[in-house]
């Protein structure tokens, strides 16, 4: 255990305290405070109009009928009622809320009986006004809705897990006080395969197992372990909690609280009626940052459609680069490093080889002529270079294989450079806050790339980076890639 004022203690960024994974969920802020998951509204929907579409044309053609404007309609006016009657009855049943509180299997049940809610009582209420729409056609619909809605979800939950286990999917919670229920609290967690979630360990001012340092190292510890989430677990002074309050939201981090008075006289109110349960514990947020789901499923699409295209489109270029590096000196085509990605996740980078086969043993005698300042390591007339390196770089060709890491997962299209294991270790001596550019997937351009690519001060791209994490959406992504052409066509890379 260390002591207040020395440095938070290293530990890996591949080897978590505590454990837990699976699907993490994506949800938004409701008016009350009621978190909703907004993307499961939207496909159960979507489900739901593909299954009453497909129903009404099986029984046209079933009947040997033509479909009228008359009949399209009338099924239409009762398949928007089907729709809004199941929707409530998944609402009732805690479908699109309470996202801590069930397992899988406990979310499948709660569909089902949502589904067969909706389905009685659209029946019922067809019998009760002698409309004419046939029972049977209800029967097909809520059977192909049973069937449609858990199944989109556990395909959901798998892509998940894979997710997570190649380490995308990580969610890092950070849980205030190390006492019993603290403790319970972190095993709960763990434990919760669906919740995919890491605990990284407590802040407290006692000493114990897992205890990362004091309440007021907090703001160092948000950022070393790349917290998402903090649970607190225990009383609190009032200055105490005015530092939780405002460290997570300066940096955009979920607060969550269990059955604790706040401090006599603190600005924190937290909101009960929002109460959820995790492993059968209340638990209240008292700050949420509502996550842009749909955007970042948009960012998944574009990167995996625009990485398998590319991948494609330049395979006869591919081919050509390859023959030229291997006809030089015979050595080997890709040049593979390590570098840390989301969350400290190690993967293996992949670059056409620009040195020659022994750079990486001579980097230490050129250390004195580094160019950039900080962690970073560029020197403009590097002698490891070969000559066809020199234009591969001048181009940036070689960084094209990285397609493949993007296809994986592992990188974005756009996102901060990929540090390298050595360069994060020098994080602790400089600045825990350069940890913050491990908050998202590295990429193959960023806005350092288009905007301060000459520029030596390693301050000046973890501003950018950090600017680019805070202010990211979807429009930034492309206006960055179209930036990125000239630059490349421009001949400016190194």
Same mark, same amino acid.
């Given at each position: ?15 978590? %305290?505590?454990?837990? $994974? +699976?699907?993490? *969920?994506?949800? @938004? #802020?409701?008016?009350? /405070? =009621?978190? &909703? ?60 809320? %309470?996202?801590?509180? $069930? +397992?899988?299997? *406990?979310?499948? @049940? #709660?569909?089902?009986? /949502? =589904?067969? &809610? ?64 603290? $403790? ?6 763990? #434990? ?303």
């Amino acid at each position: 255990m260390r002591t207040r004022g020395e440095p938070v203690a290293m530990t890996s960024p591949n080897l978590p %305290l505590i454990a837990g $994974r +699976g699907a993490a *969920r994506g949800v @938004w #802020a409701g008016s009350r /405070g =009621v978190r &909703q998951d907004r993307l499961a509204v939207l496909v159960d929907s979507l489900l739901i109009l593909a299954a009453g579409i497909l129903v009404f044309w099986l029984r046209t053609s079933v009947e040997g009928g033509t479909i009228t404007w008359e009949r399209s309609y009338r099924h239409l006016g009762f398949l928007l009622l089907y729709l809004a009657l199941v929707l409530l009855f998944l609402q009732r049943e805690g479908v699109y809320t %309470l996202a801590w509180a $069930r +397992g899988e299997s *406990r979310e499948l @049940w #709660a569909v089902a009986k /949502g =589904v067969l &809610q909706g389905a009685v009582l659209l029946m019922v209420v067809f019998y009760m006004a002698r409309m004419p729409i046939s029972r049977l056609m209800v029967l097909w619909l809520c059977g192909m809705s049973l069937v449609a809605l858990p199944a989109w979800r556990v395909l959901f939950w798998n892509l998940a897990r894979r997710d997570v286990d190649a380490g995308n999917g990580w969610h890092h919670v950070l849980i205030v006080g190390a006492g019993p229920r603290s $403790r319970e609290l972190a095993g709960s967690l763990s #434990a919760s395969a669906h919740l995919g979630v890491f605990v990284r360990g407590f802040v407290d001012d006692s000493e114990g197992e897992g205890i990362l340092g004091k309440i007021a190292d907090l703001p160092q510890i948000l950022d070393r372990f790349l917290v998402d989430e903090v649970f607190i677990a225990r009383s609190l002074e009032r200055e105490q909690w005015e530092l939780i309050a405002a460290e997570a939201r300066a940096r955009r981090k979920n607060v969550w609280l269990l059955p604790v008075h706040p401090a006599e006289g603190s600005a924190i109110r937290p909101d009960w009626r929002a109460l959820e349960l995790i492993a059968g514990r209340p638990i209240v947020p008292v700050h949420w940052e509502p996550v842009p789901v749909l955007c970042l499923l948009l960012k998944r699409a574009i990167d995996f459609g625009g990485s398998l295209a590319g991948l494609l489109l330049l395979s006869p270029l591919f081919l050509g680069l390859a023959i030229a590096i291997k006809a030089h000196d015979g050595g080997p085509v890709f040049y593979r490093s390590a570098r840390i990605g989301r969350k400290g996740r190690t993967f293996l980078c992949w670059k056409f080889r620009t040195m020659i086969p022994d750079a990486d043993a001579r980097k230490a005698e050129l250390a004195t002529r580094n160019e950039r300042q900080g962690p970073m390591f560029k020197i403009s007339d590097d002698p490891r270079i070969t000559p066809i390196g020199r234009i591969l770089r001048k181009y940036s060709l070689d960084e094209l294989p990285q397609l493949w890491n993007v296809l994986k997962g592992e990188m974005s299209l756009v996102g901060p450079r990929p540090p390298t294991p050595d360069e994060v270790a020098r994080y602790e001596e400089l600045s825990v806050g350069y940890y913050r550019r491990l908050d998202v997937k590295p990429g193959m351009t960023s806005l350092w790339a288009v905007e301060a690519r000459s520029d030596p001060r390693f301050e000046r791209a973890v501003e950018l980076d950090r600017y680019y994490i805070e202010h990211w959406s979807p429009w930034l992504d492309i206006q960055i890639l179209f930036r990125t052409i000239p630059a490349v066509f421009g001949g400016k890379g190194k």
